[in-house]
């Protein structure tokens, strides 16, 4: 058809004479002009009329009713028809005039008749005589010079290879029909007879019926046709697999029982080899007797299962996994606190205080009965870098424990700490099974990873499941969804790492001993690097200590200025890249192979490029300026401050510097405190009603915030108001009160560190913190002189010696 989206239906041939005959109203089937199609005759109006047919020509003439809309859509084109309306049932104004055949009455009193169509119609106009309805009608020909084209023709061609296909595939289809067909004749009587004989819908016949061009009749059922094949190829593909599975299921049963016919006449054990490597197996191993006896209920299952079933397999994995868990499996611990203090002192340098407390917890093991071991919970908190990994490996390693390590960043799903359960395709036991598996033992050191990256949405919450196995009142009986057998995780060293303890939800955190790691000092990086750095990216490097010598100011230079972080996996990565540039030197024939090269800080500018970072310097700005102390993920900064005042103003206090809303709230405390305290310092209160006040921290695109800064925001406006400079060299920290007050604050240990870098000889603190400058390494102590005050007025005299209040 020429346009395939909508086609026109009208019937033609409507010069030809009027004719009647008696209507008969029905829906389906379609009757087709020549073809034999039985009738169901239900109804007393329906009787009546066939009385009146069988009494004159046996004549019927059968308009069919009009599909609605839904069933209309269902066509592979859209459709225009011409209808009309009787008994409110819309009819198509092309029907078919038949012949009645045969009547066939049947004992429960219905009628069956079969009529042979004889043409195509077009309805006129429908009149009643005598109460039964007739119609009067046109006839619509065929049209001789169409049958006679050349394109109708080789569509007629088209149309029977088709069919004659799909009659091949189709055992229904009797020879006779296919004889019929090739004889039909015309393509007209061709496209009918095809027609009638295939099971197509409702409205695809009744449009094929209807359609008055031969052409488009038979390109519409070409589509037709070649619809039905391809769903028979489909079919017949489907049922191709099907039988090769059952085939191939049967052929394995029928060898199954050969081969245990042959084994039974060989004397040999004919039982399945799995169920019999499986008993070996539970011979060989000690399990716990709730273990064995859900084994056994497991076995008993798993021999009266087909192999060929899909739950032979859940089934047998099921008991390899319980086989496989290290139940009572121990690795006997070595618990000398001497011993281990060794090892841990020769994995890593300085973290006094982590390893005071590890060896603490192994005491309490060492004195323990052995049947009473259980195994404490730690988490180790601190930057990325510093130690956390390799600590546990050190603590496995001096326990003469297996260690087993699970990263647990950016997990979502439950199911990865409990497992999945057994009716779940591809299930499996959740990461703590799994990795116990792994260790091989039941008393492994478990490392949990990342443990504050955990993650939850619509699968669950990991950091939930993970209360029980954390819990030592709760993880002796620790259940899996897999196994659903409990499992004692109470002798498992658990150590969690994790570079925040603020994502890390509370009721988790109360269940670990938490143990920080804090930053290394540039003295102790220095140490770390010659130890364990240098020598280890030697060897990567390909190159010998005979080769390249590493000054210590050389390492200073890549601290200092080449790396800015609170670890040491940087300076690693860094020391590698000098060493592998002095590598291809070397290689190039720009270095002798057998002379010595010393690594200074010229040769490390030279190879890495200019300096990265600059060191932070302590000034001396004058009346304005104080120097306070700041803690930073990557160690402690100085933070310098700066104020001034401008006139014309109104009192209004300016704040900039990307600072936070805590810090803020600190300079408005600090200024409010000022302010009612400007009597003492000889400040007229009308200059603060004549000046606007301007605060700024340097390094506007770093966002600060916390409270640490009170006490320096304080003398600076000090400071500028009274036109006094602070004494050099001095730097403080501490949160202020309204009431003067100075309280504590954190992050003392990394503050004074840069404190001294930065050329810091006198540091103010709070006392409250005194405690805390015992964590500071002795050599850092020895270079400053600490002043601790509690009250706002004792800092005033350390800051400004001859103010007297």
Same mark, same amino acid.
């Given at each position: 058809m020429a346009d395939s989206s909508v086609i026109s239906v009208n019937g033609i041939g409507v010069s030809q004479p009027e004719a009647t005959a008696v209507f008969f109203p029905m829906r389906d089937p379609v009757v087709f002009p020549f073809?034999?199609?039985?009738?169901?005759?239900?109804?007393? @109006? !329906?009787?009546?009329?066939?009385r009146r047919a069988m009494?004159?020509?046996?004549?019927?003439?059968?308009?069919?009713?009009?599909? @609605? @809309?839904?069933?209309? %859509?269902?066509?592979p084109v859209k459709v225009s028809l011409k209808i009309f309306t009787y008994a409110e049932k819309r009819r198509s104004m092309v029907g078919v005039l038949a012949r009645v055949v045969k009547e066939l009455k049947f004992p429960d009193g219905s009628v069956r008749i079969v009529v042979r169509g004889v043409k195509r119609i077009s309805f006129s106009k429908l009149e009643l005589t005598d109460g039964v309805p007739v119609a009067r009608f046109r006839g619509i020909p065929e049209n001789r010079e169409e049958n006679e084209n050349e394109e109708v023709i080789a569509r007629q061609k088209s149309v029977l290879m088709l069919f004659q296909e799909l009659a091949g595939m189709m055992p229904g289809l009797p020879d006779e029909l296919q004889v019929a067909v090739l004889n039909a004749g015309s393509p007209a009587r061709m496209a009918d007879m095809i027609a009638d004989s295939m099971s197509f819908s409702y409205p695809e016949k009744l449009l094929l019926l209807v359609l008055s061009e031969v052409r488009a009749r038979q390109e519409f059922l070409a589509i037709l046709l070649n619809r039905e094949l391809e769903v028979m190829k489909l079919s017949m593909k489907i049922q191709s697999e099907v039988s090769q599975a059952m085939s191939q299921q049967q052929r394995e049963f029928y060898l199954r029982e050969q081969l245990r016919t042959i084994q039974e006449e060989l004397g040999e054990d004919s039982r399945n080899p799995d169920i019999i490597e499986l008993e070996k197996r539970i011979s060989e191993t000690e399990l716990p007797d709730k273990v064995s006896e859900v084994i056994a209920k497991e076995m008993a299952r798993l021999e009266v299962i087909p192999q060929a079933a899909p739950e032979y397999h859940i089934s047998y994995t099921y008991i390899t996994w319980l086989l496989d868990v290290p139940w009572l499996k121990f690795t006997e611990d070595r618990l000398d606190c001497l011993e281990a203090a060794k090892v841990l002192d020769a994995d890593h340098y300085g973290l006094e205080d982590v390893k005071e407390r590890i060896l603490e917890f192994l005491a309490v093991l060492q004195l323990r009965k052995n049947d009473d071991r259980k195994a404490p919970i730690l988490c180790l908190v601190g930057p990325p870098g510093v130690g956390k990994t390799s600590l546990g490996q050190s603590i496995a390693r001096a326990m003469n424990r297996n260690f087993v390590r699970v990263s647990l960043g950016g997990v979502r799903d439950e199911a990865e700490i409990r497992g999945h359960r057994r009716t779940y395709v591809g299930a499996m036991p959740g990461r703590i099974v799994q990795n116990l598996k792994k260790a091989g033992t039941a008393n492994p050191v478990f490392m949990l990873d990342e443990i504050d990256k955990l993650a939850n949405d619509f699968r669950g919450d990991p950091a939930s499941a993970l209360l029980e196995v954390l819990d030592p009142a709760q993880n002796y009986a620790f259940n899996d969804h897999y196994l659903e057998v409990d499992c004692d995780l109470s002798k498992v060293f658990f150590i969690a790492t994790a570079n925040l303890l603020d994502t890390i939800p509370g009721p988790l955190r109360d269940r670990m001993e938490?143990?920080?790691?804090? %930053?290394?000092?540039?003295?102790e990086k220095r140490e770390i690097a010659r130890r364990y750095l240098v020598p280890r990216q030697l060897k990567a490097s390909g190159l010998t200590a005979k080769q390249v010598r590493f000054h210590l100011s050389g390492v200073d230079e890549l601290i200092d200025y080449y790396t800015r972080e609170a670890g040491v996996r940087d300076l690693e990565r860094t020391v590698g890249q000098v060493l592998r540039k002095i590598a291809r030197r070397i290689v190039? %024939? !720009?270095?002798?192979? %057998?002379?010595?090269?010393?690594?200074?800080? !010229?040769?490390?500018?030279e190879l890495l490029g200019p300096r990265k970072?600059?060191?932070?310097?302590?000034?001396?700005?004058g009346p304005g300026y104080a120097t306070g102390m700041a803690w930073t993920s990557c160690g402690g900064v100085i933070l310098p401050i700066e104020v001034i005042a401008i006139p014309g103003g109104k009192g209004a206090l300016k704040l900039t510097g990307s600072l936070g809303k805590v810090m803020q709230e600190s300079a408005e405390t600090a200024f409010s405190l000022i302010r009612a305290h400007a009597a003492e310092w000889k400040i007229e209160p009308a200059y603060f009603n004549e000046h606007d006040f301007h605060i700024h921290v340097p390094d506007g695109a770093t966002p600060k915030d916390g409270p640490s800064a009170g006490i320096t925001l304080t003398l600076a406006l000090i400071s500028l108001l009274t036109g006094r400079s602070l004494i050099p060299r001095l730097s403080m920290t501490g949160e202020i009160t309204l009431r003067g007050r100075v309280t504590a604050v954190g992050g003392i240990r990394e503050k004074v560190i840069a404190a001294l870098r930065a050329g810091i000889r006198q540091v103010i603190l709070p006392e409250e913190n005194r405690k805390d400058t015992l964590e500071i390494p002795e050599e850092v102590r020895k270079k400053l002189e600490f002043h601790f005050v509690s009250e706002f007025h004792e800092a005033l005299k350390i800051a400004f010696p001859k103010h007297k209040k």
């Open positions: 073809g034999l199609t039985p009738l169901l005759v239900d109804g007393e @109006d !329906k009787l009546a009329i066939l009494a004159s020509d046996r004549l019927l003439a059968i308009f069919p009713e009009m599909p @609605d @809309d839904e069933e209309l %859509g269902t066509l938490i143990i920080r790691l804090p %930053g290394y000092t540039s003295f190039e %024939g !720009k270095i002798e192979a %057998g002379a010595p090269v010393s690594v200074t800080p !010229k040769l490390v500018q970072f600059l060191l932070d310097e302590a000034e001396n700005a």
